[in-house]
């Protein structure tokens, strides 16, 4: 009964016992070797996320660029149809052979108003002079990296500026052309990249972005629009070359933009931050076709569009 009895007060002692000293050490252990792994885990998911979303910032800043610049290659030298002009008795004229100053009369209107497209090479437009409009970019630290390009059309759009087409690119509504009733508007949107300064998670980040000054807007007012474009070239294609090759506008004559038939847009965009995924080290080519090697971990890329313009069949032969 004795035996029994202390069988019993071992048994009991020993339910009631605790982990040893090397099991809870073995236990901890464990539990912070999965605790790291998990960590380590959910670091690099994190971080490969990250990476992707700026390597999808850069591809759809991209895009959206090249949307911004498709649409006005395709809507430059248009003039609607149903619209008298004001001192042509037609139903359709070309740009640049309107007779009211403020619009494209080839005489007096600035050069980069008289035909449906224009463009600089390297430089921006100088929308207060009439001839020498493209001018060197005002900065150089860092240094613009810019071709300038410019649509002109008309519109006759009264949807208003929600739904409609009748502001330029800075949403601002132009006067109506003299003679129209208030019904026809004149549009001209000047393209090029400016500097860009921004902050994110506490670092300063200094980059180009696609910018517009449009014709019903302040003189040379460069509205930004799309961030994270580091480099714009603009080729032109002439209708009748002999050699159907798209030249830069530094090549094309004063009296072959009214023959301009396709643009051909370059752009290279970036990632705002390091892409961790990026390698060490990468080269690509850039719009001029020349090689670019970059040791950082921002992603770079190089995207190039033609567009058909659209109405180049007004233009002047």
Known sequence: MAYRKHLSQRQQAAAQSGYTLVELMVSLAVGVMVMGAAAAAYLSISESQRSLTEKSYASESARFAMETLGREIQNAGFYPVNEVPPTTPQSAVPIGSFATAAESNPLTSPEHLRS???????KKIDATKTTSVCVSHTSSSPAVDADTFVASYYTDD?????????????????AAVSGSNGK???ISNS?????VTLKLEGNTIKTFGLACAGSASPVNN???LITGIEQLRLSYLVQGETTAQFKSANSVLATEWNKVIAVKVCLVARSLQNVRLQASSYSFKDCADATQTFTTGIERKRYTQIFAVKN???ATP
């Open 222 to 224: 460069y509205v930004p």
């Open 158 to 174: 009264n949807f208003g500026k929600d739904r409609g087409n009748n502001t330029d690119c800075a949403r601002a509504t132009p």
């Open 312 to 314: 180049a069949t007004l």
């Open 116 to 122: 449906p497209v224009f463009g600089c090479s390297g």
């Open 184 to 186: 026809l508007f004149f």
């Open 191 to 195: 393209y090029t990249l400016t500097p």
